[in-house]
């Protein structure tokens, strides 16, 4: 089903595989209470006792990168799955209906994807306000437009196909063929997609957080850990490396993922 | 000719459709900016009439229609928080936002093609199997994070710059060249990694095509082969790719110039989304916008002037 360009894949399962369980281990259990403040150890080196050392009020900063990296991942998760139901059956009915109503969309879905992604989703921050949930819907919304297109395109290239016309002629409801036959074959397009869409909602979250107006205290995210050690960079250049590594892994590893899965991996 | 006059049609329809989404999303914000306008001065008979001067009572489509004439002629309103001509909040942004852009731009084109033709050329060897990983990692970096590494390591370690002291133009035009070189650095090098590999796979994959075939029978080395015959075709995609990545370098340029403290639109765009000062964030917002549409646009003319197969597809 999927041509495996074998050693990216791997490689990216890999390595979202081992930020995965990180996470999930991170939800249950971290080595220090990430918000626990302890003065007499304030921004020491990565040592056996702090893998990454501590920050500007003596926080464990590994136990701080595993919760902010949960954080930014679920903001992710929270806003392709957003953008992929509503773009999925924008994109399933524009495309298999057709007709003026496809054109109006796809010529708005043009004028939408015109803006840099980021752009908008200032846009949206201006309209919504910033914060975890707003993040959310703002990213989720952004999404749409390139779930649809890519539905559609599918939807609309396999509604003539052979396997299409047989269900017709057996008298198989629309919505069935649709949403039954047809969407299970543009997975292989649309997963890469998705491994697409995680790439740029880490991207996304972290600049917006960093930027100040994304995720606000005294929730955590890698973005708005990055802001805040870039005032420590002389005394604790662990800091801000540290948040910037657990990024880079996150976008890494979707990144490789979306290779192997046959996307050219350029979002 | 023909191809051109369709493509400007587009472009006008797109271009009315960016404004007029941008200027509808800067009208749902809840709130009445008469509010803030007067601040400790505010009775009800004030805002009714500064919102009768402002024109906020009118409809919709006359306010845009009203505001989108005003912005063609330069007059584009007046900040909230400044209290003077947006124009005039603008002025001297636009240039340093604009010399970022053009610089990474620059890198970008002038590093990723001779890199994608060496990836290309000594492909499956050593060379090509390190950079490619190291590719892969480079292009997972975000831009802001390197310009954090890039302050760290160019500016308070080996000080070779001031981080946040911002040479303008005016005063100096290669010390201005020399701090922006760092932050188009940081833009650029992910982009780079993109091209190159995108360019890397172009040459491959034309080097399967049954002309290649012929041209190494008449006894060309694979170094003449990719120069004189492949690269003319592999360049395609990678010339409209290059075109349209300007967007996405305005983008990032946006998030660079926080991290280098330099005062260009990004800055100022972030600083006027905090203070809610629309007027001044819908100008940006349509700018930025304008720009990107308008270089994807060229992509298109480019591609087609390079390439005529284009038209008829």
């Known amino acids: ?267 | 000719m023909q191809y051109i006059i369709k493509k400007t049609g587009v472009l006008l329809i797109t271009l009315i459709l960016v404004s007029m989404l941008a200027f509808l999303a800067f009208q749902i914000i809840p709130g009445d900016p008469t509010t803030k306008l007067l601040g400790t001065e505010y009775t009800p008979e004030r805002a009714a009439a500064l919102r009768e001067e402002l024109g906020l009572n009118r409809s919709i489509p006359a306010r845009y229609w009203d505001w989108l004439t005003a912005f063609l002629t330069g007059d584009m309103g007046t900040s909230y928080s400044y209290s003077m001509a947006v124009r005039e909040v603008l002025r001297g942004k636009v240039a340093v936002t604009a010399a970022l852009s053009i610089l990474s731009w620059l890198l970008v084109t002038a590093v990723s093609i001779p890199l994608g033709i060496a990836l290309a050329r000594y492909k499956g060897g050593r060379f090509d199997r390190i950079s490619l990983s190291i590719n892969q990692i480079l292009m997972a970096i975000p831009p802001f994070f390197l310009g954090i590494l890039f302050t760290y390591l160019f500016g308070l370690l080996l000080r070779w710059f001031v981080p946040g002291r911002f040479v303008p133009f005016s005063q100096s035009f290669w010390g201005c060249i020399g701090y922006l070189f760092f932050p188009a650095l940081a833009i650029s090098i992910p982009k780079i990694a993109k091209v190159a590999k995108l360019l890397r796979s172009s040459i491959l994959h034309e080097m399967n095509l049954d002309y290649v075939r012929t041209a190494y029978s008449h006894g060309n080395s694979r170094w003449m082969v990719i120069k004189d015959h492949v690269l003319r075709n592999a360049l395609l995609p990678v010339v409209t790719y290059l075109a349209m990545s300007l967007a996405d370098i305005v983008a990032s340029s946006i998030i660079v110039e926080q991290v280098f403290v330099l005062p260009g639109l990004g800055r100022l765009l972030i600083a006027s989304i905090s203070n809610r000062d629309f007027p001044v964030a819908l100008c940006i917002v349509v700018i930025i916008a304008f720009v990107v549409v308008f270089m994807n646009y060229l992509a298109d003319v480019v591609t087609q002037y390079v390439d005529p197969r284009v038209r008829l597809s």
């Open chain 1, 1 to 267: 089903m999927f041509q495996i360009k074998d050693k990216n894949f791997r490689a990216g399962l890999i390595i979202t595989g081992a930020m995965l369980l990180i996470i999930l281990v991170g939800t249950f259990w971290t080595p220090y209470d990430p918000n626990a403040m302890n003065a007499s150890i304030k921004m020491s080196a990565p040592s056996l006792y702090h893998l990454l050392g501590t920050d500007n009020f003596g926080r464990d900063i590994f136990s701080r990168v595993v919760e902010g990296a949960g954080a930014t991942f679920l903001i992710a998760l929270a806003s392709v799955a957003i953008g992929l139901v509503l773009g999925l059956v924008i994109g399933a009915l524009t495309g298999w209906y057709g007709g003026w109503v496809d054109e109006v969309l796809m010529r708005l879905n043009d004028s939408i994807t015109a803006f840099p992604s980021i752009l908008l989703a200032l846009v949206l921050i201006a309209i919504f306000g910033g914060g975890k949930y707003n993040i959310i819907l703002a990213l989720g919304v952004l999404f749409i437009p390139t779930f649809a297109r890519i539905v559609r395109m599918e939807v609309a290239r396999q509604k003539n196909l052979d396997y299409v016309r047989n269900a017709r002629l057996m008298g198989v409801k629309d919505m069935r063929i649709l949403f039954v036959h047809i969407l299970p074959n543009t997975l292989p397009v649309l997963l890469s997609t998705v491994a697409i869409g995680f790439n740029n909602a880490v991207l996304a979250e972290a600049s917006m957080s960093y930027l100040g107006i994304g995720v606000q205290p005294p929730d955590p995210s890698l973005g708005r850990m990055l802001n805040e050690a870039q005032a420590y960079l002389v005394s604790a250049p662990w800091y801000a490396l540290s948040a910037g590594l657990a990024i880079i892994l996150l976008v890494l590893g979707f990144g490789l993922l979306s290779d192997g899965l046959g996307g050219d991996g350029l979002a």
